[in-house]
C-alpha cells in the first residue's frame, strides 16, 4: 500500500494561522472567518507596499528599509498560504486581487501627475 505524503489543501475551521496561537478549533468558526478577513486586508496591504514606494524619498537607507519590509511580507503571506487551508488561500487570492488592482490604478494615476510636461523639459536630456 502507497502512503501519500504530499501536501493536501483542506477545507476545513481548524487552522493555524502562520503561529501556533495563531488558530481556530473546529467549534470556532465565527473567528475562522474573522482571520480569514484578516489574511485578505493583509494581503490588500501588502500588494499595495509597491505605491508606497513610490511616494516614500529616493534614499538609499529608505530603499533598503522598504525592500526588507516587502521581503517579510512576501514571507508572511507564503506562510499563509503553507497553512495548507482551502479557505485562507481563497482570502490571499482575494485580498491579492483586489490589493492589486488598488495598487494598479493609484500607480497610473501617481505617474501621471509626476510625467514631464507634453514638450519635454531642458534637463530631461
Known amino acids: 500500500m502507497a502512503i501519500n505524503n504530499g501536501m493536501v489543501v ?3 475551521v ?3 494561522f502562520v503561529f501556533q496561537g495563531w488558530s481556530t ?6 473567528l475562522f472567518f474573522f482571520g480569514c478577513l484578516i489574511v ?20 538609499l537607507i529608505v530603499d533598503i528599509c522598504w525592500y526588507l519590509v516587502y521581503a517579510l511580507s512576501g514571507i508572511m503571506v507564503m506562510q499563509l498560504i503553507m497553512t495548507m ?4 488561500n ?5 485580498g ?7 495598487q494598479e490604478s493609484w500607480s497610473q494615476i501617481y505617474e501621471k501627475e509626476n510625467q514631464a510636461p507634453p514638450g519635454g523639459c531642458e534637463f530631461c536630456n
Open 10 to 12: 483542506h477545507f476545513r
Open 14 to 16: 481548524n487552522c493555524e
Open 25 to 30: 478549533t473546529a467549534d470556532e468558526t465565527g
Open 40 to 59: 485578505m486586508f493583509y494581503c490588500m496591504l501588502h500588494m499595495n507596499l509597491y505605491t508606497v514606494k513610490l511616494i516614500l524619498p529616493k534614499n
Open 85 to 88: 487551508n482551502g479557505w485562507v
Open 90 to 94: 481563497v482570502a490571499v487570492v482575494i
Open 96 to 102: 491579492s486581487t483586489i490589493g492589486y488592482s488598488i
